[in-house]
């Protein structure tokens, strides 16, 4: 069920959330956090509202979508409450916010926040140069941006680090859960002899790729090389190098010396199952830090030509 509020108030809309929640239609004592989603005129908000409704099923929450519009108009403030099938296990309140209004959406969504939950903000696109200063991003304890949006990716990510604050995270950090686990469990094997040096392959404009190679970095403590091409992760040993690449059918591959390759399939993976990967932890993510740390000391395959 979608209730539409054209050109309306904060108070209309929770005395509607009030009249659905009466009529049982909404519940939100079974709400374990509040979903603050931020998007910008020309960006994606219906998928973001897909990606969210999905990842709410595994984390029932209220979702609020702070969807700005034209700023260059008449302030105004149309709303649409989404429950039932077209809300997931969530309800949605979509606050699309025009003129002067469209600066101050934190003034907005305070009074649709659930009580006593945790509260995640998320920007799936464009995400503000310091989240946690960002208005919305202050309402937050955890804080998700996607740096594939950025046109500048090593910039994004020096901008992320230099910004970083406990409860910062990113989906592109998601991305790469599979094959951090991959490479951890490859390392773990025998031979165990020490680790000289590593070099990752992927393309150019891939901010998990550069995410892996930080992580590299920070928790191996050699150099590694970051370069252009098909993805491929190489760590050197003495003992002979860990290749782990991608085949066929999207399988990965993992070689080690002296042993047969081994073969993990590993499908792809949609935004919402991302996002709800994300908000499994509200806790600070210490690991994605480190691995922001390590991205600014990789050696980048162009930059090592140049030199």
């Not at 005395?15 to 910008?40: H, M, N, P, W, Y």
């Not at 305070?110 to 309402?139: E, K």
């Not at 760590?235 to 591959?253: H, T």
Request: glycine fraction near 8%; aromatic fraction near 4%.
């Amino acid at each position: 069920m979608i209730v539409e509020l054209p050109d309306t108030s904060t108070t209309a809309i929770s005395k509607q959330l009030i009249k659905i929640r009466d009529s049982g239609g909404a519940f939100t004592s079974g709400r374990v956090l509040t979903l603050l989603v931020c998007t910008d005129e020309g960006e994606p908000t219906e998928g973001a509202i897909e990606a969210a409704n999905e990842a709410s099923r595994e984390h029932p929450c209220r979702v609020i979508v702070v969807a700005r519009g034209d700023r260059n108009t008449q302030s105004r403030l149309d709303a649409q409450i989404r429950v039932g099938g077209d809300a997931g296990a969530s309800e949605v309140v979509v606050l699309h916010l025009y003129g002067e209004l469209a600066n101050h959406g934190e003034s907005v969504v305070i009074p649709f926040m659930l009580p006593d939950t945790p509260v995640v903000t998320w920007w799936p696109g464009r995400g503000p140069d310091n989240p946690a200063a960002d208005p919305i991003g202050q309402l937050g304890t955890r804080r998700i941006t996607d740096a594939r949006r950025a046109t500048d990716v090593p910039a994004e990510l020096q901008q992320r680090l230099a910004t970083y604050a406990p409860g910062d995270s990113d989906i592109a950090w998601s991305r790469i859960t599979a094959w951090r686990a991959l490479l951890a469990s490859a390392l773990d094997q025998p031979p165990h002899s020490p680790v000289t040096a590593a070099e990752i392959e992927g393309p150019a404009d891939s901010p998990a790729v550069d995410l892996l190679a930080g992580w590299l970095h920070s928790v191996l403590d050699v150099p590694v090389t970051r370069s252009v091409g098909s993805f491929k992760v190489t760590v050197d040993r003495e003992a002979g190098p860990l290749v782990l690449c991608v085949g066929m059918s999207n399988q990965a591959i993992i070689s080690i010396p002296g042993k047969p390759d081994g073969r993990v399939a590993l499908p792809g993976r949609e935004l919402s199952n991302l996002l709800a990967e994300e908000l499994r932890r509200l806790d600070p993510d210490e690991i994605y830090h480190l691995a922001l740390q390590g991205v600014a000391g990789i050696i980048r395959a162009e930059d090592r030509v140049h030199a």
